[in-house]
């Protein structure tokens, strides 16, 4: 009986193709052996055309980066760090990707194995892992703050109740009245401080455009004449599981915000509110890789956000508008998180822009 061919073996330079980071096998002239499939992404370009070029010709003043390669190829160094410009063609113009490039020595070969990290990547993934902890943090507070206020807050009513059936003079009673008044409008801040970990999250099938119309219907209907809402749709967006009205309320409140923070244009009549959304791919979320993500783009044509509280607007009570509760950005973070999402925020007087990244299926 004849035994079946053994399966075929995948090769350690196949296995770099796993890797979420570029990996390069180069020699000290410039001859590259072999580039990973993260290096093509980046590139926008086949592995054949990677390969075609000399491997420094995609930097940046590479004369450092090719002393380097030589230096750890000769062994003076098993391994060596430093920071590069990675030329991209296909990108705008004079916009090279910044990159931590660590080269490391390899066994019986003249060969050595360069790995790139960019650095926009590891700083984004250094603030989404700190707006995680944030949001964590925020529900601790929020829940510890909440109950410490619930607990003597409807003694105080019931207090009040009694007093106000009590007296005689007008004047207590309706001193009495001031006080359930009171009362009653913090128990409503605590029930929305609550709200968002009381309620079940409900799973069903989303369409990210059927959320964005929704939104906007209700920003129009709030502010019908001088507000212009753009519309960008990327109709290729997969429906995707997720919590419906936990997305439009997150939506609604970044972009109910921004229609705020636009009075003075709509009065002026050319305040500008833009909804796109796109697909991103090869995305890294909360420390996993996602072949493909949502990205949705809320931009307003405001005065942007002041720069004392840029750094805190997903912190509970902070707001930069008069009256502002400062649970809005809360909200829709906390919502944005339970879908393995983040809120990234770019602001500057006449262009913020908010970004909701989610993973798609």
């Given at each position: 009986?004849?035994?079946?061919p053994?399966?075929?073996?995948?090769?350690?330079h196949?296995?770099?193709?796993?890797?979420?980071?570029?990996?390069?096998?180069?020699r000290?002239?410039?001859?590259?052996l072999?580039?990973?499939?993260?290096f093509?992404?980046?590139l926008?370009?086949?592995?054949r055309?990677?390969?075609?070029?000399?491997?420094?010709?995609?930097f940046?003043?590479?004369?450092?980066?090719?002393?380097?390669?030589?230096?750890?190829?000769?062994?003076e160094?098993?391994?060596s760090?430093?920071?590069?410009?990675?030329?991209?063609?296909?990108?705008?113009?004079?916009?090279?990707?910044?990159v931590?490039v660590?080269?490391?020595?390899?066994?019986?070969?003249?060969a050595t194995?360069v790995?790139?990290?960019?650095?926009?990547?590891?700083?984004?993934?250094?603030?989404?892992?700190?707006?995680?902890?944030q949001?964590?943090a925020?529900?601790?507070?929020?829940?510890?703050?909440?109950?410490?206020?619930?607990?003597?807050?409807?003694?105080?009513?019931?207090?009040?109740?009694?007093?106000?059936?009590?007296?005689e003079?007008?004047?207590?009673g309706?001193?009495?009245?001031?006080?359930?008044?009171?009362?009653?409008?913090?128990?409503a801040?605590?029930?929305?401080l609550?709200?968002p970990?009381?309620?079940?999250?409900?799973?069903?099938?989303?369409?990210?455009?059927?959320?964005c119309?929704?939104?906007?219907?209700?920003?129009?209907?709030?502010f019908?004449?001088?507000?212009?809402?753009?519309?960008?749709?990327?109709?290729?967006?997969?429906?995707?599981?997720?919590?419906?009205?936990?997305?439009?309320?997150a939506?609604?409140n970044i972009?109910?915000?921004?229609?705020?923070a636009?009075?003075?244009?709509?009065?002026?009549?050319d305040?500008?509110?833009?909804?796109?959304?796109?697909?991103?791919?090869?995305?890294?979320l909360?420390?996993?890789?996602?072949?493909?993500?949502?990205e949705?783009?809320?931009?307003?044509?405001?005065?942007?956000i002041?720069?004392?509280?840029?750094?805190?607007?997903?912190?509970?009570?902070?707001?930069?508008?008069d009256?502002?509760?400062?649970?809005?950005?809360t909200?829709a973070q906390?919502?944005?998180?339970?879908?393995?999402?983040?809120?990234?925020?770019?602001?500057?007087?006449?262009?913020?822009?908010?970004?909701?990244t989610?993973?798609?299926?």
């Amino acid at each position: 009986m004849s035994l079946p061919p053994p399966a075929p073996q995948r090769s350690g330079h196949e296995a770099f193709d796993l890797l979420a980071t570029m990996v390069a096998l180069v020699r000290p002239d410039g001859v590259c052996l072999f580039a990973n499939a993260a290096f093509e992404n980046v590139l926008g370009l086949s592995r054949r055309s990677v390969l075609r070029r000399e491997w420094f010709d995609w930097f940046v003043e590479s004369d450092l980066l090719r002393e380097t390669v030589a230096a750890v190829a000769r062994n003076e160094f098993s391994t060596s760090r430093l920071d590069a410009q990675l030329k991209r063609p296909f990108s705008s113009p004079g916009e090279p990707l910044l990159v931590h490039v660590i080269v490391n020595q390899l066994e019986d070969s003249d060969a050595t194995l360069v790995e790139l990290i960019e650095i926009e990547q590891q700083t984004r993934q250094d603030r989404e892992e700190r707006a995680r902890g944030q949001v964590q943090a925020n529900k601790e507070l929020i829940r510890n703050l909440a109950h410490e206020i619930k607990n003597p807050l409807g003694g105080i009513r019931g207090a009040a109740q009694l007093l106000q059936m009590e007296v005689e003079s007008k004047a207590l009673g309706e001193y009495a009245q001031v006080i359930i008044h009171e009362a009653d409008r913090l128990q409503a801040l605590v029930d929305r401080l609550l709200a968002p970990h009381r309620r079940p999250h409900v799973v069903g099938d989303v369409n990210i455009h059927e959320v964005c119309e929704r939104v906007r219907s209700l920003i129009l209907a709030e502010f019908p004449r001088g507000l212009t809402i753009e519309r960008d749709y990327d109709a290729s967006i997969p429906d995707f599981r997720g919590d419906r009205e936990q997305l439009i309320q997150a939506v609604l409140n970044i972009a109910h915000n921004a229609a705020q923070a636009l009075s003075e244009r709509i009065a002026a009549g050319d305040a500008r509110l833009n909804l796109r959304t796109r697909i991103a791919r090869q995305v890294t979320l909360g420390k996993r890789r996602y072949r493909l993500a949502l990205e949705l783009h809320i931009e307003d044509n405001g005065p942007g956000i002041p720069e004392a509280i840029r750094d805190r607007i997903f912190y509970p009570l902070v707001s930069g508008r008069d009256g502002g509760s400062g649970l809005g950005l809360t909200l829709a973070q906390t919502f944005v998180a339970q879908h393995q999402g983040t809120i990234d925020c770019d602001s500057e007087p006449g262009r913020t822009l908010f970004k909701i990244t989610m993973p798609l299926p």
